[in-house]
């Protein structure tokens, strides 16, 4: 069990190997919504030990990941800027 990098596969983000399951996304359920590390393993049908793999790897790089999240918050609010709105309230 790594954590593990490809282009392809969420944008390069760093994720538990041979899920789509991104550290970012491991972290912001534990650490932002509050759920328990087991009830997470349970819900994403990742083992404890996969858990708290991508914790320890959110811990140890947390710059990174902090970048990663400015990254794409910039890249939807661009999304958002740029998505067709119509000229008046519809009616």
């Known amino acids: 069990m790594t954590i593990t990098r490809d282009d392809d596969v969420l944008g ?5 190997d ?3 399951i991104g ?6 359920r ?3 919504t509050g759920q ?3 009830y997470v393993a349970d819900q994403l ?14 811990y140890d790089h ?5 970048a990663l ?9 661009r999304g958002r800027e740029s998505s067709l709105k119509p000229k008046e309230p519809i009616q």
């Open 69 to 77: 999240e400015r990254e794409n918050e910039d890249a939807f609010e």
């Open 62 to 66: 947390v710059e990174e990941m902090r």
């Open 23 to 28: 550290v970012r996304h491991v972290a912001a």
């Open 12 to 16: 390069g983000e760093p994720r538990i």
């Open 30 to 32: 534990v650490i932002d």
């Open 45 to 58: 049908d990742l083992s404890l030990a996969e858990v708290y793999k991508a914790l320890s790897y959110y």
């Open 36 to 38: 328990s590390p087991a």
């Open 18 to 20: 041979e899920t789509r």
